[in-house]
């Protein structure tokens, strides 16, 4: 499987603000720093998309910045990759609305797929943020 540079960037942001020490709010500002330049508005998306999933939130004002909405040992990363990434159809067949497959019914490879698609999230759920976060670093 290949992920979405979002979602990828997305995983680096809760490692982020999951590494920090104090738990303060990060400015949007760091965060692309650290993630080497990364476009303040596609960072901004990605930061609301973390928000819908209520891993993230964000607090305005001086001191205010993106934060982790929950402790890094209650967020599953099958559980947030998957959900990220529900828009992305794994192959053709899988889109809402394909044509379906010219194969079918001898057709095998659309269970074969999800099948190894349900034991990649499910294998991820099985690590939290907290497990992913075994260093600090300084945004």
Do not use: W
């Not at 990364?38 to 998309?49: A, E, N, P, T």
């Not at 004002?61 to 890094?72: E, F, K, T």
């Amino acid at each position: 499987m290949r992920l979405l540079a979002s979602t990828d960037f997305a995983l680096r942001i809760l490692m982020l603000l999951a590494m920090r020490p104090s738990g303060a709010p990060v400015s949007v500002e760091a965060l692309a720093r650290e993630l080497g330049g990364l476009s303040r508005h596609h960072l901004h998306k990605i930061v609301q998309d973390l928000n819908d999933l209520g891993v993230t939130r964000t607090m305005r004002g001086m001191s205010g910045g993106v934060l982790l909405a929950r402790a890094p040992a209650e967020i599953r990363l099958g559980q947030v990759i998957m959900r990220l990434e529900q828009e992305q159809a794994l192959v053709e067949c899988f889109r809402p609305g394909s044509a379906g497959c010219t194969l079918l019914p001898a057709c095998r490879l659309k269970a074969a797929l999800s099948a190894a698609q349900k034991h990649f999230y499910g294998h991820l759920d099985g690590y939290t943020l907290a497990d992913m976060a075994a260093g600090q670093v300084s945004v």
